[in-house]
Nanobody, 117 residues
Framework: EVQLVESGGGLVQPGGSLRLSCAASGFTFSRHAMSWVRQAPGKGLQWVSGINTDGDGTTYAHFVKGRFTISRDNAKNTLYLQMNSLKSDDTAVYYC??????????WGQGTQVTVSS
């Protein structure tokens, strides 16, 4: 059974940092690209960042580029998202998603990130 479990969310002040983790199981993690996607209150899903299987290829949405860093540890079957210089607009539920044949086929349950003073 494929499982993706996010953690690391919470309440942080503007300008602060958080590190999200996504623990993967039930599939060969190292063979799949992964992404982070978020959903702000009252809004649709928004792609944030993606990473290839080896971790040496990353892409970012323009609104997080330079502030967020995606990474992965294939030995630990874990995906990460380091978020710095957080803004109130980053408030959202953050999901990790498994990529298969160019589509997201599994999602985690999400972790809430709230940026507020």
């Amino acid at each position: 059974e494929v499982q993706l479990v996010e953690s690391g969310g919470g309440l942080v002040q503007p300008g602060g940092s958080l590190r999200l983790s996504c623990a993967a199981s039930g599939f060969t993690f190292s063979r799949h690209a992964m992404s982070w996607v978020r959903q702000a209150p009252g809004k649709g899903l928004q792609w944030v960042s993606g990473i290839n299987t080896d971790g040496d290829g990353t892409t970012y949405a323009h609104f997080v580029k330079g502030r967020f860093t995606i990474s992965r540890d294939n030995a630990k079957n874990t995906l990460y998202l380091q978020m710095n210089s957080l803004k109130s607009d980053d408030t959202a539920v953050y999901y990790c998603a498994k990529v298969s044949d160019g589509e997201y086929d599994y999602w985690g349950q999400g972790t809430q990130v709230t940026v507020s003073s």
